[in-house]
């Protein structure tokens, strides 16, 4: 019963050290990194299965590798960043004794920075999915500010036309500019439903296997 009793002290020991204020900036950070591996792996992993057991050749083995190494990166940097933001923005405040917006900016332009500078796809990804966020919400900023006239008429259907008929002009004459994973899903949508040649892969299979 001592070793019950022993984990049981240290638990204790533990939870008591988790409920100190004093602790708290430190210990958000290190949760933070917790939560960034976390929610990398749940994003990147069903997300990296899918695409690369869609469109990847190779054996299974590779595939599983590529998988796993998507996913991995994916939560390092998100997990490092979140470090990195949550560190600087605690610094921040207690050298100026109290918090102001301009912590949050400067603590992620240096995070961003240092983390996600490497043009690959994980980071292309990741910066491609907030900027659309960003403008997103800078213009909902603007409305709310008075700098932008609120419309009385409701901009979402113009603005997905637009998306829409830019996108697949990019791709159907300026493929190269878009994204690799955008790239290929629009292949297998809008060019690969041109070719088949029997039944097996004009239902069944997208592309028809080859004869062994």
């Not at 207690?94 to 949050?104: E, W």
Request: net charge positive; glycine share 6%.
């Amino acid at each position: 019963m001592a070793a019950p009793t022993q984990l049981q002290a240290l638990l204790q020991v533990v939870n008591t050290l988790l409920q100190q204020r004093r602790y708290h900036a430190a210990l958000a950070v290190i949760k933070g990194f917790r939560n960034g591996v976390v929610y990398g792996v749940k994003i990147r992993a069903p997300h990296a299965l899918v695409m690369t057991f869609l469109f990847r050749s190779g054996s299974l083995q590779e595939k599983l590798r590529a998988i796993v190494r998507a996913t991995y990166t994916h939560s390092r940097n998100l997990a490092c960043f979140v470090f990195t933001y949550k560190s600087l923005c605690a610094l921040q405040s207690h050298a100026q004794g109290k918090t102001y917006q301009i912590h949050s900016f400067l603590a992620a332009f240096i995070g961003g920075l240092l983390v996600f500078r490497e043009n690959n796809n994980i980071n292309s990804q990741i910066n491609m999915y907030l900027t659309s966020r960003v403008l997103f919400a800078l213009c909902r900023l603007g409305v709310e500010k008075g700098y932008i006239p609120e419309l009385r008429w409701d901009p979402f259907p113009l603005h997905t036309a637009m998306v829409w008929g830019i996108g697949l002009w990019l791709f159907e004459y300026h493929r190269t500019t878009l994204q690799p994973s955008l790239r290929s899903s629009m292949t297998y949508l809008y060019e690969d439903s041109n070719v088949w040649h029997d039944i097996s892969d004009f239902l069944i299979y997208n592309k028809s296997r080859p004869s062994k």
